[in-house]
Antibody, heavy 118, light 112 residues
Framework: EVQLVESGGGLVQPGGSLRLSCAAS????????MTWVRQAPGKRLELVAL????????YYVDSVKGRFTISRDNDKNSLYLQMSSLRAEDTAVYYC???????????WGQGTLVTVSS | DVVMTQSPLSLPVTLGQPASIACRSS???????????LNWFQQRPGQSPRRLIY???NRDSGVPDRFSGSGSGTDFTLKISRVEAEDVGVYYC?????????FGQGTKVEIK
């Protein structure tokens, strides 16, 4: 059974940093592109970062470029999102999602809540 | 960025009756490889999104056949042939043709 379990969310002050983790199991992690998607209160879903199988290709939505870094450790079956210079508008539930094929995500984790507030 | 626009945003439906959700993109979703990367997701209350449909009309394993997707170019539709109680939730279209991949605003399906 495919499982994606996010962790690392919490309350952080504006300008602060946080590192999210996603533990994958039930599939060969290194075979799949992976993504981070966020859902802010009252806003539509936003795919913030995408990474290829080996980690050599990374894509970011403009709103997080230069502040967020996606990475992975295929030996540990884990995906990460390093977030810095956090802003109030980064407050959201962050989901780890598997890229099942080009142009899609097929399995999502349960999400971890990030709250940016003083 | 490609803007995805869904309608309606709220859809009250009687059990057993059909439902239809429209999704329009601000530009064509036909990829240079010939595929159209239009997906539909269901998010039940308190749950994470679940993919129902990929590449316009391909249903995921385990998804009831009362769900169907259609469309081309910039106009797409998700249909539920007979709504059941478990179908309550928010439905999102998502395009994966142009980076950044983008989602519609969501359509809330509820039972009348």
């Amino acid at each position: 059974e495919v499982q994606l379990v996010e962790s690392g969310g919490g309350l952080v002050q504006p300008g602060g940093s946080l590192r999210l983790s996603c533990a994958a199991s039930g599939f060969t992690f290194s075979y799949f592109w992976m993504t981070w998607v966020r859902q802010a209160p009252g806003k539509r879903l936003e795919l913030v970062a995408l990474m290829n199988r080996g980690g050599s290709e990374k894509y970011y939505v403009d709103s997080v470029k230069g502040r967020f870094t996606i990475s992975r450790d295929n030996d540990k079956n884990s995906l990460y999102l390093q977030m810095s210079s956090l802003r109030a508008e980064d407050t959201a539930v962050y989901y780890c999602a598997r890229g099942g094929a080009p142009g899609t995500t097929d399995f999502w984790g349960q999400g971890t809540l990030v709250t940016v507030s003083s | 960025d490609v803007v995805m626009t869904q309608s309606p945003l709220s859809l009250p439906v009687t059990l057993g009756q059909p439902a239809s959700i429209a999704c329009r993109s601000s530009q064509s979703l036909v990829h240079s490889d010939g595929n159209t990367y239009l997906n539909w997701f269901q998010q039940r209350p308190g749950q994470s999104p679940r993919r129902l449909i990929y590449k316009v009309s391909n249903r995921d394993s385990g998804v009831p056949d009362r769900f169907s997707g259609s469309g081309s170019g910039t106009d797409f539709t998700l249909k539920i042939s007979r709504v059941e109680a478990e179908d309550v939730g928010v439905y999102y279209c998502m395009q994966g043709t142009h980076w950044p991949w983008t989602f519609g605003q969501g359509t809330k399906v509820e039972i009348k």
